[in-house]
T-cell receptor, first 111, second 116 residues
């Protein structure tokens, strides 16, 4: 997705925090999502944030949104080996059917 | 439990063959999508459908067509498969209503297609 950019790889140690970053370009984006893809599976919604929010916390997950810089991040606290997956950032622009996905960040968790 | 199923997990076809990829959802969703997933490129939208018999081109429709004769089923057709269509194909569905939660897309497990 040329309009949504993410780094391709991130490696962390078990127990550390992971921070996955994403930038998007369309200021009309209404909703921003994080999806998780485990090996051999389709994507599953992890969490989402409305564009009028700055932060959302859900157990070990914290989403931060900086609308001015069009920057979205996902922080996973106390990262576990089961968190190893590809994480996709996605944006939905107002009124449309399409969701624009980033290329995905592959998270490696070392024991 | 919501479910999107795809007809095959792995498929091997020869160049020039006609290929059908089937997707079925049991959630009564109006919207259905076909993506292809390639390393470093993420998900790219091929086609989507917002109702029975309705279809819209996505970002990379060339070489593909789709069919939506029933609400629960969305088929992707490769009229004449080529090696550059070797990829992972993901189907997804979502309900029509506005709102972040209901705009969530539910994905199938994917079909890994290899064209020789």
């Amino acid at each position: 997705g040329e309009d949504v950019e993410q780094s391709l790889f991130l490696s962390v140690r078990e127990g550390d925090s992971s921070v996955i970053n994403c930038t998007y370009t369309d200021s009309s984006s209404t909703y921003l999502y994080w999806y998780k893809q485990e090996p051999g599976a389709g994507l599953q919604l992890l969490t989402y944030i409305f564009s009028n929010m700055d932060m959302k916390q859900d157990q070990r997950l914290t989403v931060l949104l900086n609308k001015k810089d069009k920057h979205l991040s996902l922080r996973i606290a106390d990262t576990q080996t089961g968190d190893s997956a590809i994480y996709f950032c996605a944006e939905k622009r107002g009124g449309g059917f399409k969701t624009i996905f980033g290329a995905g960040t592959r998270l490696f968790v070392k024991a | 439990d919501v479910k999107v199923t795809q007809s095959s997990r792995y498929l091997v076809k020869r160049t020039g063959e006609k290929v059908f990829l089937e997707c079925v959802q049991d959630m009564d969703h109006e919207n259905m999508f076909w993506y292809r997933q390639d390393p470093g490129l993420g998900l790219r939208l091929i086609y989507f459908s917002y109702d029975v018999k309705m279809k819209e081109k996505g970002d990379i429709p060339e070489g593909y067509s789709v069919s939506r004769e029933k609400k629960e089923r969305f088929s992707l057709i490769l009229e004449s498969a080529s090696t550059n269509q070797t990829s992972m194909y993901l189907c997804a569905s979502s309900p029509r209503l506005a709102g972040a939660w209901t705009d969530t897309q539910y994905f199938g497990p994917g079909t890994r297609l290899t064209v020789l």
